[in-house]
């Protein structure tokens, strides 16, 4: 089974920095797309930003030119840098990936870290 394990988040005051990371670990076979979503407390989960395999990227409206999402294919990672932090970002940050296995693709999410954006 393929998991995903996500790190780096915490609190940070408004206007401040944090980087995310989610590797994939298990029985990888290969992973195209990988995304970030967010979910606040009493919301509905939105993606975040998303890279596929060949590097084309997309982000959600609110997080253009603040947020950056990139991966390391050999390392079956991915990151997002996040740049001024604004409290309306403040959400339980999950990873995805879509992994395939021959002709199945796999929706798979990691547990989700905690982004508080406070003074």
């Known amino acids: 089974q393929v998991q995903l394990v996500e790190s780096g988040g915490g609190l940070v005051q408004p206007g401040g920095s944090l980087r995310l990371s989610c590797a994939a670990t298990g029985s990888i076979f290969r992973i195209n797309r990988m995304a970030w979503y967010r979910q606040a407390p009493g919301k509905q989960r939105d993606m975040v930003a998303f890279?596929?395999?060949?590097?084309?990227?997309d982000y959600g409206a609110s997080v253009k030119g603040r947020f950056t999402i990139s991966r390391d294919n050999g390392k079956n990672t991915v990151y997002l840098q996040m740049n001024s932090l604004e409290p309306e970002d403040t959400a339980v940050y999950y990873c995805?990936?879509?992994?395939?296995?021959?002709?199945?693709?796999?929706?798979?999410w990691g547990r989700g870290t905690q982004v508080t954006v406070s003074s």
């Open positions: 890279m596929t395999r060949g590097g084309s990227t």
């Open positions: 995805n990936a879509w992994h395939v296995e021959g002709t199945k693709t796999y929706d798979i």
